[in-house]
């Protein structure tokens, strides 16, 4: 398993819960092969990070066209500035 991890500092954190509760109600809003996804947030609301798993590391790699094309159409203001975008290999995954 792979996990892609986004970091993003700033934006509208009430603004982007409320995107993304819209985009999820019309269905995944994920790229294809995305298995699970978590957006972490500071408790001030000032970072925020965004992990995506995959069953594999060419699947991670597919949807990197369709994340930067959800960076067009969240508005910067809403979801920060992305700071970092990193991949790793999933080690442990417990309970899994």
């Known amino acids: 398993m792979w996990a ?12 982007l819960r409320a995107a993304g509760e819209e985009r999820m109600a019309g269905g995944s809003p994920f790229p294809e092969g995305v298995k699970k996804a978590l957006l972490l947030g500071t408790a001030d609301g000032e970072r925020r990070l965004f992990i995506t798993l995959f069953e594999t590391k060419e699947a991670l790699d597919e949807s990197e066209q369709a994340f930067e094309s959800m960076g067009d159409d969240i508005p910067e203001d809403v979801r920060g500035t992305r700071v970092a975008v990193e991949q790793y290999e999933v080690l442990v995954d417990w309970p899994g």
């Open 4 to 15: 892609r991890l986004a970091a993003f500092d700033g934006g509208d954190v009430d603004r």
